[in-house]
């Protein structure tokens, strides 16, 4: 019998329609546009406005429902959902649950994942053993999130960076030597002091003192985090492609999570990938999380042919990270 693999079949996302630039951010934080655009690499990110919409399902079933039209899948077919966000719609129940309901995936399990930004490629680590296993063949993968809601619009070290989207990809199962080859997923939970938002958990559930001391935001020690993305990303990129002999010639594209343009360019670096190489969409979608990396091979789709190895990476709270390398499934349509 030949290797199952796990394939992404199709891609798509979905931003909100409400572009905030960086001169919006500057009028409520000191900051400027030349100085977001030279530290980050941000011009303008996505905000989902209660008037288009709420909830992170509602640019998921949006990013499904341009899936179906885009590759006629039958979403009765799909027997597990899993939504990778830090921003569901409520606390419970899971929004899998609720978004496969509204999207028509009745047949599915369903349930969230908590990886922060690194939640897409956590997810199809997910997808991939329960497909490899050969008891699931079609497995919906969603990321994303509405940061906007968790952003503190008053700290400046923050607020420049975050937006909001959400991407949906479906895997299925092949005999074909194409999908997921490889990956490295990795956790360090020793990290809550850096990157964290600690109210609204068991420890510091709602309260007017948990609103009144901002801890239903996202806090950083940016350096930190810094320092820690550059490294974790490109060590488990290069022990990636060691060990599947990859050279960065064979390497076709790298699809590295958007949270700062400076983090993006020091791990092609240290990868020795050339920039072109490179996927990039920061600059008009800043960081969205879970969704940074599905929304840029939704992006990019038309510039990817199949066999394409491609190499995803992340890094974000927990601290998790790690890297999947994976041959892309099918020729621009
Ligand atoms: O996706 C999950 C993980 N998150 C990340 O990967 C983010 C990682 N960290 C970063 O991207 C960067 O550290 C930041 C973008 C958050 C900050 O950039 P930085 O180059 O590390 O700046 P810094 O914190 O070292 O601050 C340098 C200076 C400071 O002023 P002083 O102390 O030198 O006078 C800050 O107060 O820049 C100041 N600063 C700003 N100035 C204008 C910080 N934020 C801003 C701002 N506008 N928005």
Known sequence: MRKIHAVISGISGYVPSHVMTNEEISRMVDTSDEWIMTRIGIKERRILKKEEGSGVSYMAIKAIEDLIKKINFDPKEVEAVIFATSTPDYIMPNVAAMTAYKAGMTNAFCFDLSAACSGFIYALEVANAYIVSGKYKKVMVLAGDVLSVITNY????????????????????????????????????????????????????????????????????????????????????????????????????????????????????????????????????????????????????????????????????????????????????
């Open 154 to 333: 008053t700290d400046r070290n923050t607020c420049p960076i975050f937006g909001d989207g959400c991407g949906a990809a479906l895997l299925e199962a092949t005999e074909e030597e194409i999908g997921i080859m490889d990956s490295i997923m990795r956790t360090d939970g020793n990290s809550l002091p850096h990157l964290h938002m600690i109210g609204g958990g068991s420890v510091n559930p709602a309260s007017f003192e948990t609103v009144e001391k901002n801890q239903h935001t996202i806090w950083q020690d940016g350096k930190v985090v810094f320092k820690h993305a550059v490294s974790s990303m490109s060590d488990t990129c290069m022990e990636l492609m060691e060990r599947n002999g990859l050279t960065r010639e064979d390497v076709k594209w790298v699809a590295p999570h958007q949270a700062n343009l400076r983090i993006i360019d020091a791990v092609a670096n240290r990868m020795g990938v050339s920039p072109d190489k490179v996927m990039i969409n920061i600059e008009k979608y800043g960081n969205t999380s879970a969704g940074t990396i599905p929304i840029c091979l939704w992006d990019y789709e038309s510039q990817l042919n199949k066999g394409d190895n491609i190499i995803l990476t992340a890094f974000g709270a927990g601290f998790t990270w790690g890297a999947t390398y994976l041959k892309w499934g099918y020729d621009p349509k």
